[in-house]
């Protein structure tokens, strides 16, 4: 299965800033997830990120707040901007493998606290 | 919209005990369901991968059964092992290949 490494793992941020988390896949893949994980909540998706078109996002997510880079086939990355606290989540990137019939893998996940 | 619902939420056993988790789902036009684990603060790890067309996936003291018609599967653990204490998430794939996950169930086995 793919190998995605995410950076940073964890990030301490004050609030009014912004954080951009990298998604680094060791294939090329048509699509790329960007999901965040609420304390005590489970993962809910903010965005599809597609290379050479703009990232589709879910209800309740902006492309202000949560833009999304995708340069290449095995790249991501997702900023969050003008970060406040209610924004301390874990982030994470997510791949489907069409050779594992859309298996699902996951990022190590970044923790982000904004203080 | 798909809804997902997992019980219990959380559960605790004694080490060697057998583990019964389940998952339920609103829409049964689904492509797959896959069943993941995910220890504190970290991020997922996959446990099992279910095809629509399937009815059930086995790997080691893991198995995994999917009843689409009624809208449930079932994820059991064979004589669980401390190491097996963590959170079990069951995501559901859409026909448009997005993911939609159950709360969890957080799974605590005592020595």
């Known amino acids: 299965s793919a190998v995605i490494s995410q950076k940073p793992s964890r990030d301490i941020c004050q609030r009014g800033t912004s954080l951009t988390i990298q998604c680094q896949v060791d294939s090329q893949v048509t699509m790329m997830f960007w999901y965040r994980q609420q304390p005590g909540q489970s993962l809910t998706l903010i965005a599809t990120a597609n290379q050479g078109s703009e990232a589709t996002y879910e209800s309740g997510f902006v492309i202000d707040k949560f833009p999304i880079s995708r340069p290449n086939l095995t790249f991501s990355t997702l900023t969050v901007s003008n970060m406040s606290p209610e924004d301390s989540s874990i982030y994470l990137c997510?791949?489907?493998?069409?050779?594992?019939?859309?298996?699902?893998?996951f990022g190590s996940g970044t923790r982000l606290t904004v203080v | 919209k798909q809804e997902v619902t997992q019980i219990p939420a959380a559960l605790s056993v004694p080490e060697g005990e057998n583990l019964v988790l389940n998952c339920s789902f609103t829409?049964?036009?689904?492509?797959?369901l896959q069943w993941f684990r995910q220890d504190p603060g970290k991020g997922l790890t996959s446990l099992l991968l279910i095809q629509s067309s399937q009815r059930e996936q086995t790997s080691g003291r893991l198995n995994a059964s999917l009843d689409k018609s009624s809208g449930r599967s079932t994820l059991y653990i064979a004589a669980s092992q401390p190491g097996d204490s963590a959170t079990y998430l069951c995501?559901?794939?859409?026909?448009?290949?997005?993911?939609?996950f159950g709360a969890g169930t957080t799974v605590t086995v005592r020595a």
């Open positions: 829409d049964s036009a689904i492509y797959n």
């Open positions: 997510s791949v489907d493998l069409p050779e594992t019939n859309y298996g699902y893998t």
């Open positions: 995501a559901v794939v859409r026909d448009d290949y997005k993911l939609s």
